[in-house]
């Protein structure tokens, strides 16, 4: 029997999966479609960290779907919400229906003499494997591992009598009232999930190698209430979403131009926020510049009043072993405790870990680059969502979905079956897929795509100018190869001139 056949398989059905699965369904409506899950759940990212206080670290008026309002007044929303949030888009808009969960793509085999792609899918319910075929790849799968997170060697671990638990696998029968707690890292993660065990454990001591920017933020925002009450949602939303836009990139572009300003700007927030005398040079001068890494963002400064309370101590050192009581550090210092959250990072990987073939060719994706950062140089009719690192991800995976179905409504006009980024004779010379100088970012680059220096092979940090982009673009590009299956009609409308048969760069 002929396995399954759909035009657009979709991988994930997290933000960016749903969000394309909708996208799809708006602007290329005869398009059969699929989205294979691996877990048994929607919602991705939002799904699987259960962490206490689990939170966006940026607004949902930039992380919401542009179109599905993000209603009510609070900016910063907890996990269970947004998970919520996805569930419902999905059902609203009937792709929930076509989620196959327990679903995870493998491997995939693209046949320029088919023009398809023909997968390996394992069950995760049943154990069987499955193929499928489709004509358009579209992975959603996100950055990082689910099934593992970063944890770097601690010597003497095994001695530790304590509880240890890593966030990404945090459930919620792991009790921590009363609890001494240390905390290890200064990302997003541990900012987020220190008020939050504060509020019941018995102490809370945030152990970090070296600091990181933290900024406060209101919860609620300031112009979503203002205009909440008064604008219909129609125009309170697109409003706060752009607000908000121009302000994440004016912050952002403000840290690259003035590094030195900013980090003043910083320190004097912080300084507002914490005691008098408190010790910002050790715990809260990191040693990058602003935007080098991702800033961590506290809603109403939760975490700094967490320290000003005396429930949480901020120790910056580094470990030079566990004991069966605790860690002792390199400066001689010793931390009691009865339990160790490791929030040391993800285990970033490109495409959900699936092996790509290109007619007989392992692609070997260090190797490729990235076309406006969704596509694959050599690798047709696939694409991928990736969000922005400066803002949030929707923004840029959003866009994605809608350059894709602008693609592939391009392929329909003109019967092309395949498209390929092709650098052609251009030399470009590769750089980081991701602009950020963190250690989990660097660890994994040589595994993902690089990007050139300037369009179309790299897509810059700004979501006003990629907009912008989108709309001038018709949907071809000299970059993009446009062919059609040999025997394929090119039917062209009548007032352009004949396509070569084959191979058209741009119509
Ligand atoms: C704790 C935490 C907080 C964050 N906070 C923010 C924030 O506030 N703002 C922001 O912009 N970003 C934030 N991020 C980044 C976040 O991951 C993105 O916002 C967004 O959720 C990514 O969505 P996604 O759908 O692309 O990927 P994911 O949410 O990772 O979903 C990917 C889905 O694909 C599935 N999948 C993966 N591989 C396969 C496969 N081979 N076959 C089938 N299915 C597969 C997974 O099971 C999953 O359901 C945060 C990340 C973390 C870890």
């Known amino acids: 029997m002929a396995p399954e056949h759909v035009d657009v398989l979709i991988v994930g059905a997290g933000i ?27 919602g991705g990212t939002w799904d699987l960290f259960r962490f206490p206080g689990i939170r966006s670290d940026s607004d949902m008026f930039t992380l919401s779907y542009p179109f ?14 947004i998970r919520s949030y996805i569930e419902e888009t999905a059902r609203a808009h009937g792709v929930d229906e ?4 327990h679903h995870r793509l493998v491997a995939a085999q693209w046949s320029s003499e088919e023009s398809r792609w023909r997968v390996e899918v394992e069950r995760g319910d049943t154990g069987e494997t499955l193929e499928m075929t489709c004509g358009f790849l579209f992975s959603c799968t996100g950055y990082y591992r689910y099934d593992q997170g970063y944890t770097p060697e601690f010597d003497g671990l095994e001695r530790f009598g304590g509880e240890v638990v890593h966030p990404q696998f945090w459930t919620d029968d792991i009790g921590y009232g009363g609890k001494r707690i240390v905390v290890i890292g200064s990302g997003a993660t541990a900012v987020t999930l220190i008020p939050a065990l504060a509020l019941r454990a018995a102490h809370v001591t945030m152990l970090q190698r070296s600091p990181s920017y933290i900024i406060s933020l209101p919860a609620v925002d300031p112009l979503a209430r203002l205009v909440g009450g008064v604008l219909p949602t129609r125009l309170a939303y697109p409003l706060v979403r752009w607000k908000n836009v121009l302000l994440a990139l004016t912050v952002y572009g403000f840290s690259r131009r003035r590094p030195a300003q900013m980090r003043m700007l910083i320190r004097k927030l912080i300084e507002r926020r914490l005691p ?12 990058y510049e602003p935007w080098d890494q991702r800033m961590c963002i506290v809603p109403d400064g939760d975490f700094f009043d967490a320290i000003s309370a005396g429930r949480v101590s901020v120790v910056t050192d580094r470990i030079a072993t566990f004991t069966e009581t605790g860690i002792e550090l390199e400066s001689g210092a010793t931390l009691d405790a009865d339990m160790v959250v490791t929030a040391t990072g993800l285990e970033l990987v490109p495409l959900g870990g699936v092996g790509l073939n290109v007619d007989g060719g392992d692609v070997d994706l260090g190797e490729t680059l990235a076309y406006r950062g969704m596509m694959l140089s050599g690798v047709p009719n ?27 409504g391009h392929m329909d006009r003109y019967r092309y079956t395949q498209c390929t980024p092709r650098t052609g004779d251009a030399t470009v010379t590769p750089v980081q897929f991701v602009d950020l100088s963190s250690g989990y970012v660097r660890r994994a680059m ?5 990007q050139g220096a300037q369009d179309p092979w790299r897509r810059v940090q700004s979501y006003t100018q990629n907009v912008r982009a989108l709309r001038r673009h018709p949907g071809d590009d000299p970059e993009l190869e446009f062919t059609r299956a040999a025997g394929a009609p090119a039917a062209r409308p009548s007032y352009l001139s004949a396509a070569p048969a084959s191979t058209s760069p741009a119509p």
């Open 276 to 287: 008098a005398g408190y010790d910002i040079d050790t715990h809260f001068k990191p040693s």
């Open 68 to 81: 599905r309002p993000w209603t009510g007044a609070q900016a910063i929303a907890d996990g269970w919400s």
């Open 446 to 450: 040589d595994r993902f795509p690089k």
């Open 382 to 408: 696939m694409a991928f969502s990736f969000g922005y690192a400066n803002q949030s991800w929707t923004l840029g995976s959003d866009l994605t979905a809608r350059e894709v179905c602008r693609i592939l």
């Open 16 to 42: 960016s999966g749903v969000g394309a699965a909708c996208r799809l369904q708006e602007r290329c409506p005869g398009k059969s479609f699929a989205i294979l899950e691996a877990r048994g759940a929607i």
């Open 98 to 101: 076509r989620i196959r969960f």
